[in-house]
């Protein structure tokens, strides 16, 4: 039997909109960064990434559907933002088959 490589968790991202982010936006930055790592809020708010209105960035990108989960770090008052590896994979596959 052959299972799909991913299941369907993510049918409600705006794939039309997640798809075309790229660098030359605060969220295409702070998403293309959150892909490839995990990033913690004083990452996010470098002017270079998202800027200090990092929370509107992860707001807007979650609105969007992607999945990005906040985690509390011991000892500081901020938090580490990293998108699930599943959510990854799929986007990848979804950008090979988009070209």
Excluded at 33 to 45: E, F, N, P, Q
Excluded at 49 to 58: N, Q, S, V
Aim: proline fraction near 8%; charge should be positive; include cysteine.
């Amino acid at each position: 039997m052959n299972l799909p490589l991913f299941s369907k968790p993510y049918q409600e991202v705006n794939w039309s909109k997640v798809l075309v982010l790229d660098g030359r936006t605060a969220h295409g930055r702070a998403f293309e960064l959150l892909l490839r790592h995990k990033a913690t809020a004083v990452d996010l708010c470098r002017p270079e990434i998202a800027g200090l209105d990092y929370r509107r960035r992860i707001s807007d990108l979650r609105a969007l559907g992607v999945p990005v989960l906040g985690e509390p770090i011991e000892g500081k008052p901020y938090h580490a933002y990293t998108i699930p590896p599943t959510f990854t994979g799929h986007y990848w596959e979804r950008r090979r088959t988009m070209v």
